[in-house]
């Protein structure tokens, strides 16, 4: 049998721990803030997304939380296919 092609993970894991771990390193390199910077230093075309107001229907609910990932999805995707995205 041939080793595996990536590291084993143990039986048990801590996930709040390596949520800490990630979040340091994540702020160790001020990665978004870096992201950010490469892509105005690379002139990449620009993406703008306008929010609206957060709750403007009242008290929060479902719709307000799927509205918000598909938000998220659409910036992340958007800064993945090369544009730089105007955070405001």
Same mark, same amino acid.
């Given at each position: 049998m041939s080793p595996a092609p990536f590291e084993v993970p143990p039986p048990t894991v801590d996930?709040?721990?390596a949520e800490e771990?990630?979040?340091s390193?994540? &702020?160790d390199l001020q990665a978004f803030q870096t992201s950010?910077? /490469?892509?105005?230093?690379?002139k990449?075309?620009?993406?703008?997304?306008y929010d609206g107001p957060p709750f403007a229907t009242g008290l929060p609910h479902y719709g307000h939380i799927l509205?918000? &990932?598909?938000?998220d999805i659409i910036t992340?995707?958007?800064? /993945?296919v090369d544009l730089s995205l105007v955070c405001r």
């Open positions: 996930f709040p721990r771990s990630v979040l390193l994540w &702020s950010l910077r /490469q892509s105005r230093e690379a990449r075309p620009k993406f703008s997304f509205a918000g &990932s598909i938000k992340r995707w958007m800064h /993945q």
